[in-house]
């Protein structure tokens, strides 16, 4: 019996090492399938990760403009512009520029070419994405000690012409009879492009253009 069964095990040849072999290509399919989970897994980290940091950037200029609108209001209202020396601190973290041609007063900057480029342009011309021509800075980067408050910056660049306002009139009654109200309105109006352009980190940049009308003679009371 035992002569019998070492005679068959001799007669079946190639089994030998077939275990190990089949193990290897296994341990090799997985180490495969776990490097591509590994770099799919790198690459939507990475995808996210600038999905971030382009919603901030964006977020970011979004809210500039309604600090542009809300500090060209208050400009208005001020027929010299903001007072000041070079340039204006509000609330600590918001620089107001002074420019050559406007001394503060930005609310009135001739319309702006956002098409320019530094290279392209004059010396005498103001070009969307050169800080020394911003209206306005925000947040200021650094503290009186130069501490930083934050990484990221914005600016602001308004400009604007007049424009005649369309009348109105509107009558009650027969003016002839002696019954008649009647009233009419019409004006001038600033017309403002306003550019909000923020850089984040990563390099991101984002720029965006709002428009703003400005009923002449609907201006506030100064407050700087």
């Known amino acids: ?30 180490t495969i399938i776990g490097i591509i989970a590994t770099t799919n897994t790198s690459t939507e980290l990475q995808i996210a990760a600038n999905d971030k940091i382009y919603k901030e950037t964006f977020y970011r200029a979004e809210a500039g403009l309604s600090l542009g609108t809300e500090l060209l209001e208050q400009n208005l209202a001020c027929a010299t512009g903001f007072q000041g020396s070079g340039s204006v601190l509000i609330e600590g973290t918001i620089r107001v520029q002074e420019q050559e041609k406007n001394q503060l007063a930005f609310w009135a900057n001739g319309p702006l070419d956002p098409n320019l480029k530094p290279a392209d342009a004059g010396e005498d011309q103001r070009v969307i994405g050169r800080t020394a021509d911003a209206d306005v800075v925000f947040p200021v980067q650094t503290n009186s000690d130069n501490s930083v408050l934050q990484a990221g910056v914005g600016h602001l660049y308004i400009g604007g012409q007049s424009e005649p306002v369309f009348g109105g009139g509107l009558e009650m009654a027969a003016g002839y009879e002696g019954r008649g109200k009647s009233y009419s309105q019409g004006g001038v109006a600033r017309i403002y492009d306003l550019y909000s352009q923020y850089n984040g980190p990563g390099q991101s940049e984002v720029i965006l253009l709002q428009g703003w009308w400005h009923v002449v003679g609907m201006e506030g009371s100064c407050l700087y």
């Open 1 to 30: 019996m035992t002569l019998r069964m070492q005679h068959m095990q001799q007669n079946t040849p190639g089994n030998e090492g077939f275990v190990l072999v089949a193990a290897l290509l296994a341990m090799l399919v997985l």
